[in-house]
């Protein structure tokens, strides 16, 4: 018979890593990392949340690191884990990014960045990125579609817009 500690152990260490890495995510979000493992995911959860782990507003649905309980949560994270989810069972790793990219992820033997760009700053970001070398390939988070044209970022794979709930429209520039 195995132990408690043997049934849980992979999504345990995965799920700590996954939420000291990006401080604030939802709880949607992590159920959704390991699909068909839902109960499994929520006894973990609620393990950590009794061992002070992580704090979880019931009410909002927010989970955060134990070390961040007064930082509001980075809703162009939250944007780009959503973007993550989709790609998530064809990345070997991922890590948070270095402004202003969100999330940096190697999936397919490629490089990526998600990189969220909020109305009025395109030319600001798309000065930021165009000036690394060897840029990865980039999927760009837009608040509206009527963005897209005004953006001129180096190695774009594509566009998205991400609701509040996880659901992804992707475009690509015509």
């Known amino acids: 018979m195995k132990t ?13 890593r996954i939420i000291t890495t990006y401080k604030i995510l939802t709880y949607g979000q992590l159920i959704r990392l390991f699909p068909g493992r839902v109960r499994k995911v929520q006894a ?21 690191s134990f070390d961040v309980r007064d930082e509001e949560p980075d809703l162009g994270m939250l944007d780009a884990f959503w973007v993550l989810l989709d790609f998530i069972e064809r990345a070997e790793y991922h890590t948070t990014g270095e402004f202003p990219v969100k999330i940096s992820l190697f999936a397919d033997s490629e490089m990526f960045e998600i990189v969220r760009v909020n109305s009025g700053q395109e030319a600001l970001v798309a000065h930021v990125l165009n000036a690394v070398e060897d840029p990865a390939r980039r999927i760009i988070i837009v608040d509206l579609p009527a963005q897209v044209p005004a953006i001129d970022i180096t190695n774009t ?12 429209d992707y475009y690509a520039k015509s």
């Open 157 to 168: 794979a594509g566009f998205c817009t991400v609701s509040s709930d996880g659901e992804i």
């Open 44 to 64: 973990i959860l609620k393990g950590f949340e009794h061992q002070g782990r992580l704090l979880y507003n019931h009410d909002t649905g927010i989970v955060r």
């Open 4 to 16: 408690r500690d043997e049934l849980y152990s992979k999504e345990a260490t995965e799920l700590l």
